[in-house]
């Protein structure tokens, strides 16, 4: 039952005393129940609010109700407790706000025994770590790194480097072609590119020669995922143009990359293939790192060279003059050859996997053994 200021019928001292220090306890028990701001507001409002507080009511009941001979004395009495109502209902907020925010604080309170939040560091994903190795051996040689769009046009991708309309090599790399794009002129439109030689045309139409780069990156061919596929698999390309560039040359540096992504006994043989963009163009075998070239492991047939000690490993050729018409190079004074590997499929000879799939499954037990 929340206290109200009592009528009086009497204004003696005796009774007055008594009034104010039941007035006075009542204030001091409900202040001790305020444990919240809400609460606060409302214990406020009981003795302080203009209409019906409890000190409107002292004023009512009390100072206006008495005789004239007592009122000095009850006006004297009122205002005291005016007072003390006032201090009180103030001391009581400020109770309750230095408790919120010394239990703030122990909530907040930094346990630094605590363990931190440990974010494990990353690793490089066998094919960028194979493909950066790769990188590397040519940096050391001196070319530079050049990168393009993986959605070329079929300009870029086919017909500047050599590949007519209709043309037959066209038919080997599966191409997948952005769709709605038939009223385009055929070399607009836009595909995924099957390799990375686009970047190649982009390099000598900027820069003039000398020119050394190798050009990394992620192709696409329409082929349907098994052990040794993937319609995704990354390249890297080499270009070299420059007077008085030879065969030699390309043998030579092919030799020094091969021995320094396999080792130094590894041998090196070339022998004659077909791409449009190079004439001539050979084909690079390594001899097989795993029986040494021999073609027999452990008195079998060696699996990985089908016996052969022979390893084919990555195309290259001399640039075709033809395509340094696309790019405004004068083909009597300038010579280069181009090359080009799956970094996969050198990733995979190198670790050892017998599945290109497991490259791109993102199983991390796989991937952690790179790490
Ligand atoms: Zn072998």
Request: hydrophobic content about 35%; overall charge negative; charged content about 25%.
């Amino acid at each position: 039952m929340p206290y109200s200021v009592p009528r009086l019928s009497d204004f003696s001292p005796a009774v007055l005393d008594e009034a104010a220090r039941e007035l006075l306890s009542a204030l001091d028990q409900e202040s001790a129940a305020v444990d919240s701001e809400s609460d606060w507001k409302l214990y406020r409002d009981r003795w302080m609010a203009r209409k019906n507080g409890a000190l409107t009511q002292l004023n009512d009941l009390w100072l206006k109700a008495a005789p004239g001979q007592n009122k000095r004395d009850v006006g004297q009495r009122v205002n005291e407790l005016k007072i003390k109502v006032e201090q009180t209902v103030e001391a009581t907020l400020s109770r309750i706000q230095s408790g919120t925010s010394s239990s703030r604080l122990a909530a907040e309170r930094l346990d630094i025994t605590l363990p931190g939040i440990r974010r494990s560091i990353g690793a490089e994903h066998p094919v960028i770590k194979t493909m950066n190795e790769i990188i590397g051996v040519f940096r050391n040689l001196g070319y530079s790194v050049e990168e393009g769009p993986e959605i070329e046009t079929d300009y870029y991708n086919f017909e500047a480097l050599n590949f007519p309309p209709n043309h037959p090599a066209r038919d080997t790399q599966d191409t997948l072609f952005i769709a709605g794009q038939d009223t385009k002129a055929l070399r607009d439109r836009l595909l995924l590119r099957t390799h990375t030689s686009p970047v190649q045309i982009r390099t000598m139409q900027k820069m003039k020669p000398p020119v050394r780069v190798v050009c990394p990156g992620k192709v696409h061919r329409n082929d349907a995922p098994d052990a040794t596929h993937s319609p995704i698999f990354h390249q890297v390309e080499g270009l070299a143009v420059d007077t008085s560039i030879t065969f030699c040359d390309l043998k030579g540096t092919l030799d020094h990359a091969m021995k320094a992504l396999f080792g130094s006994n590894v041998k090196t043989r070339f022998y004659p293939s077909f791409f449009p963009f190079t004439e001539p163009s050979a084909d690079v075998q390594i001899s097989c790192i795993f029986c040494d070239g021999k073609g027999t492991r452990d008195g079998a047939p060696c699996r990985n060279c089908k016996a052969s000690g022979w390893i084919e490993l990555l195309g290259c050729g001399m640039v075709d003059p033809n395509v340094y018409g696309f790019v405004d190079y004068d083909t009597a004074k300038v010579s280069g050859f181009a090359f080009g590997m799956g970094v996969e499929r050198i990733a995979i000879l190198k670790y050892g996997v017998d599945d290109i799939q497991l490259f791109f499954n993102g199983d991390v037990r796989f991937l952690q053994q790179f790490a």
